[in-house]
T-cell receptor, first 118, second 115 residues
Framework: DAGVTQSPTHLIKTRGQQVTLRCSPK?????VSWYQQALGQGPQFIFQ???????QRGNFPDRFSGHQFPNYSSELNVNALLLGDSALYLC?????????????????FGPGTRLTVL | GENVEQHPSTLSVQEGDSAVIKCTYS??????FPWYKQELGKRPQLIID?????GEKKDQRIAVTLNKTAKHFSLHITETQPEDSAVYFC??????????????FGSGTRLSIRP
């Protein structure tokens, strides 16, 4: 049973470029959330997808967009990269159908993608 | 807006002593409070969690307490060991089948265990 996977592991881009990060949720999970973790800080919620739609969004500009596919995997896209976008991007998956059950609340995190913008 | 405050930002304790990290949350609708441990360069890992219908939960050397009235929750680690050294994050969430369940994280506590 594979856990949450993310690709790529590391990425280096220059200012103004665009980037796409990918996430595959844990088997059986239908909900994917994305978080940005700057160095020395706690993860910040970007947005969440289920049923292939963005359901909730944090305080991030429109340069950050996403997508969820029918197989529940997800992509995070960032346009017009800024130096301040350098961070660890974490994907977390959960099972909405299990909410109310003993393990239904937990979000499982992937290993993250380290993005460096030069 | 929703906010989780965490104290202290750094904590150094002697091996074998106890460590306590405290958090407060602002969203009264929060009903799930996970604690994560993050080692350098790795993903956050859930170490213990508590729901709003429970006041205290314990798992071996780790315990968490919740005061819903005061919107406070705390992590207690007893008999600390070198491998407990890491950054710890408290968090709050309100999962629901019909609502998105974003996790609001605290700013983290860097715990160091002195030999």
């Amino acid at each position: 049973d594979a856990g949450v996977t993310q690709s790529p592991t590391h990425l280096i881009k220059t200012r103004g470029q665009q980037v796409t990060l990918r996430c595959s949720p844990k088997s059986g999970h239908d909900t994917v959330s994305w978080y940005q973790q700057a160095l020395g800080q706690g993860p910040q919620f970007i947005f969440q997808y289920y049923e292939e739609e963005e359901r909730q969004r944090g305080n991030f500009p429109d340069r950050f967009s996403g997508h969820q596919f029918p197989n529940y995997s997800s992509e995070l896209n960032v346009n017009a990269l800024l130096l301040g976008d350098s961070a660890l991007y974490l994907c977390a998956s959960s099972d909405r159908g299990a909410v109310g059950l003993a393990l239904g609340y937990e979000q499982f995190f992937g290993p993250g993608t380290r993005l460096t913008v030069l | 807006g929703e906010n989780v405050e965490q104290h202290p930002s750094t904590l150094s304790v002697q091996e074998g002593d106890s460590a306590v990290i405290k958090c407060t949350y602002s969203d009264s609708a929060s009903n799930y409070f996970p604690w994560y441990k993050q080692e350098l360069g790795k993903r956050p890992q859930l170490i213990i969690d508590i729901r709003s219908n429970v006041g205290e939960k314990k798992d071996q050397r780790i315990a968490v307490t919740l005061n819903k009235t005061a919107k406070h929750f705390s992590l207690h680690i007893t008999e600390t060991q070198p491998e407990d050294s890491a950054v710890y994050f408290c968090a709050a969430s309100r999962p629901g089948y019909s609502s998105a369940s974003k996790i609001i994280f605290g700013s983290g506590t860097r715990l160091s265990i002195r030999p």
